[in-house]
């Protein structure tokens, strides 16, 4: 293989990987965010159990 189609399939694979990464990213990306609101949701029921305790031992 002469040295420009080499440098040209060394491009072409660049730009490859580079749209795999672009691709993979939106997903990475919905995975994130979906943990972030089960994070968010986890602390919001913790905080709703530490509210219910505290009125349960007010009312007792």
Do not use: H, V, W, Y
């Not at 672009?22 to 997903?27: E, K, T």
């Amino acid at each position: 293989m002469d040295p420009k189609q080499e440098k040209k399939l060394a491009i072409t694979r660049e730009l490859m990987e580079n749209a795999k990464e672009r691709i993979d990213l939106p997903f990475e990306l919905e995975r994130d965010l979906e943990n972030l609101g089960l994070q968010r949701r986890m602390k919001q029921l913790d905080l709703e159990s530490k509210l219910l305790k505290k009125q349960n031992s007010e009312l007792a």
